[in-house]
C-alpha cells in the first residue's frame, strides 16, 4: 500500500457518459496529480493540486475537470466520454512546494476505465 | 513546452546480462527522478538526482545525471527477472513545478 488511495479501481462506462474518479493523497502531502496512462504508454499528465488550488495544467481534454477538497483528496471527473478515453488514470501525491526541494511522487494503484 | 525522450523503447535481454536506459531532455533540468513500473502495477519512485554528474547507487542500480543536466541514465547490471518492468524518468525543469516524464523503456527479462 502506497499510501495514496484511488477508487474505484475499475469502472467500464458507456460512450456519452460521465464518471467520477477519486484520490485521497499520501497523509501529509499537499499536492495532487492526475496522469493518464493508455495501454503500453508513457504517464501524459492532465492537472495539478496544491493544498486546493490548481497549480499546473497539461493535456487535460476540456470535457476532463478536477478539484482538490479542503481535506486535500481529490476527484477527477470525466464527461462525454469516447472510447479514446479507455485507459489507466493514476493519481499521485507529493509535498512539493512552490519553490524549494522537491520529492518523489507517490502514486496510487489507479483506476483502469474502460468505455464500451 | 518541455520534452524528455527515452530510449530505448522496449530492451530485451539474458538473464545476467546489464542493461541501459537513456534520458534526455530539451531543456536544462533541475532535478531528475526515476521510477519503476512493474508490469500491471503502479510507477514507484526509485531515486532522484538534483546535481550536475551526480552518481547514485542502489545495489546493482546506478543512475547518472549528466553535467549539463539535461541527460541521465539508469545502469542495471546483472539483471534479474525481478528487474521486469517499465523505467522511467521524470524530469523537473528549472522554470517548472510539475514533472515531465520521459515514454519509458520498458525491460524485459529472459530467465
Known amino acids: 500500500d502506497s499510501g495514496v488511495t484511488q477508487t474505484p479501481k475499475h469502472l467500464i462506462t458507456a460512450t456519452g457518459q460521465r464518471v467520477t474518479l477519486r484520490c485521497s493523497p499520501r497523509s501529509g502531502d499537499l499536492s495532487v496529480y492526475w496522469y493518464q496512462q493508455s495501454l503500453d504508454q508513457g504517464l501524459q499528465f492532465l492537472i495539478q493540486?496544491?493544498?486546493?488550488?490548481?497549480?499546473a495544467k497539461g493535456n487535460i481534454l476540456e470535457r476532463f475537470s478536477a478539484q482538490q477538497f479542503p481535506d486535500l483528496h481529490s476527484e477527477l471527473n470525466l464527461s462525454s466520454l469516447e472510447l479514446g478515453d479507455s485507459a489507466l488514470y493514476f493519481c499521485?501525491?507529493?509535498?512539493?512546494?512552490?519553490?524549494?526541494?522537491?520529492?518523489?511522487?507517490?502514486f496510487g494503484s489507479g483506476t483502469r476505465l474502460t468505455v464500451v | 513546452g518541455q520534452q524528455v525522450m527515452q530510449i530505448p523503447q522496449y530492451q530485451h535481454v539474458q538473464e545476467g546480462e546489464d542493461f541501459t536506459t537513456y534520458c534526455n531532455s530539451s531543456t536544462t533540468l533541475s532535478n531528475i527522478q526515476w521510477y519503476k513500473q512493474r508490469p500491471g502495477g503502479h510507477p514507484v519512485f526509485l531515486i532522484q538526482?538534483?546535481?550536475?554528474?551526480e552518481v547514485k547507487k542502489q545495489k546493482r542500480l546506478t543512475f547518472q545525471f549528466g553535467e549539463a543536466k539535461k541527460n541521465s541514465s539508469l545502469h542495471i547490471t546483472a539483471t534479474q527477472t525481478t528487474d521486469v518492468g517499465t523505467y522511467f524518468c521524470a524530469g523537473l525543469s528549472n522554470a517548472g513545478n510539475m514533472l515531465t516524464f520521459g515514454g519509458g523503456t520498458r525491460l524485459m527479462v529472459k530467465p
Open positions: 538526482l538534483v546535481k550536475s554528474g
Open positions: 499521485a501525491s507529493s509535498v512539493a512546494r512552490g519553490t524549494g526541494f522537491y520529492y518523489g511522487y507517490t
Open positions: 493540486y496544491y493544498n486546493g488550488e490548481e497549480r
